[in-house]
């Protein structure tokens, strides 16, 4: 992430792509996307959003809940420019579209992120081939785990990669064919309990081994919080909660999610604004 963020601003492309997938939902998908958004935003740069998951909505909403918070409020919060693509049932007519957007925003914005369905269908295929860089939120469970490899229960070893993972396998070789790119793969292991278990450390250790077989990066990412629920209606991140004008109160459960998030962003590379860090040192 942070040569992307270099290449950013001074490679030859005029933008990177952060890819945020996984084909199961309700692993907390558009909410990590959304602090990325801000997070690049905060660390000053002009960001472009595109939702693949346009019928289901929840990142449109969320921008939209946001921009209807800085009218009735005037607080100055951050925002990207965003478009929603829908399935029209015309399977070129939506590529070109979402080729078009792409190119449109990587004229204008220095990164773009694209949120795409928790399902596997053709638009979400081709959102994924535009990553740079590919996110998968992984809820901490072994009734998700299934998304990325087949575990046998009884020995609790790895028999196989599963279809979302051949899927990415096969969209890193079509990429390398097509233009010589790159796709580096996080998986963050998201919705984390806040307590020790052994269920906890067995998916940690079993992602580790497939991290080393197939290929991609092993962070952590946010707990399972209520702030994340309350924060969606108004639009508003954790990022924003010391903006002055703000309606939110501290409280310490939201001081460890913003340093849990904190760790996020610095697995990710993501740098701070000079003069305006993307999070403080200290809550």
């Given amino acids: 992430m942070a040569a992307m963020v270099d290449a950013a601003r001074h490679g030859p492309r ?3 792509v952060v890819v945020v997938g ?3 939902g309700g692993s907390g998908k558009s909410t990590v996307a959304m602090h990325l958004l801000i997070g690049f935003l905060r660390a000053g740069f002009s960001v472009g959003s595109i939702d693949l998951d346009a019928r289901q909505g929840t990142l449109s909403t969320y ?3 946001r921009e209807a918070y800085v009218r009735r409020t005037n607080v100055p919060l951050p925002l990207p420019t965003h478009q929603a693509i829908q399935l029209s049932g015309s399977e070129q007519g939506d590529i070109n579209r979402l080729d078009d957007a792409v190119g449109a925003l990587l004229s204008e914005c220095d990164l773009i992120l694209i949120d795409t369905p928790g399902a596997d269908n053709y638009l979400s295929r081709a959102g994924h081939a535009w990553a740079d860089i590919l996110v998968t939120p992984l809820n901490d469970s072994f009734i998700d785990l ?3 490899a087949k575990v046998d229960p009884d020995t609790m070893r790895i028999q ?3 279809h979302y993972s051949e899927m990415v396998w096969d969209i890193k070789k079509r990429r390398g064919l097509r233009d010589g790119g790159t796709i580096h793969w996080v998986v963050l292991r998201n919705r984390l309990s806040q307590l020790d278990a052994r269920n906890k450390r067995d998916m940690e250790q079993l992602l580790r081994d497939l991290s080393r077989r197939i290929g991609f990066q092993l962070i952590e990412g946010l707990c399972e919080r209520v702030i994340y629920r309350e924060m969606y209606l108004k639009g508003l991140t954790l990022l924003d909660l010391r903006e002055k004008g703000t309606d939110i109160t501290l409280s310490m459960s939201h001081i460890a999610a913003r340093q849990e ?3 996020l962003l610095e697995a990710l590379g993501v740098p701070a604004h000079a003069g305006e860090p993307v999070m403080a040192a200290s809550a």
Avoid: M, Q, T
């Fill in 14 to 16: 005029p933008a990177r």
């Fill in 22 to 24: 996984n084909e199961k």
């Fill in 63 to 65: 921008v939209s809940n």
């Fill in 146 to 148: 299934d998304v990325l």
């Fill in 160 to 162: 196989r990669p599963s």
């Fill in 261 to 263: 998030l904190r760790r």
